[in-house]
């Protein structure tokens, strides 16, 4: 029976995550060393609340500020956290099969939803010389 639909994780399937970016980003921001904002973020359930949905984007950064004393801009914040993907190129042989077969396909996209940046969406192109490429775009707004 053949699918009528394809979904994909984003996270290790469609592109790679390395939190240690969003750290030296996020503590860019904050003024505080990457290994500070880890403890932070990382260490205990700040991460896995806000992941999950349990705390809005804005209840993260707030969490952040309480935590250093200092306000920090919430829209720089989010998407700091959120810069920590990077093109995972062993995927785009499965897309252009799927692309092939004509099949519909989507990514998980809880993340968006989640650093309050809006809506995110993976794209894939044919380009002029002939090769194809994956996109990932995030816009503003809900």
């Known amino acids: 029976m053949r699918p009528d ?4 994780d984003l996270g290790n399937v469609l592109l ?8 030296r980003k996020l ?13 932070i973020v990382l260490d205990g359930s700040l991460q896995v609340e806000y992941e999950t949905g349990w705390i809005s984007g804005v209840q993260f950064v707030s969490r952040i500020s309480d935590t250093i004393g200092r306000e920090l801009d919430v829209s720089d914040m989010l998407h ?11 995927i785009l042989p499965v ?15 809880i993340l968006a939803r989640r650093i309050g940046i809006g809506f995110a969406n993976l794209t894939f192109h044919n380009c002029e010389d002939g090769s194809h490429r994956l996109f990932f775009h995030m816009r503003s707004g809900a």
Not at 5 to 8: D, R
Not at 16 to 23: I, K, T
Not at 27 to 39: D, F, H, L, N, V
Not at 80 to 90: S, V
Request: contains cysteine.
């Open 80 to 90: 700091a956290a959120a810069d920590m993907f990077i093109r995972n190129p062993h």
């Open 95 to 109: 897309l252009e099969r799927i692309r092939d077969m004509e099949f519909r396909w989507d990514c998980f996209r």
């Open 27 to 39: 503590a860019k921001i904050a003024g505080i060393t990457p290994e500070q904002m880890r403890s």
């Open 5 to 8: 639909f394809v979904y994909f």
């Open 16 to 23: 790679y995550f390395d939190h240690s970016l969003a750290m």
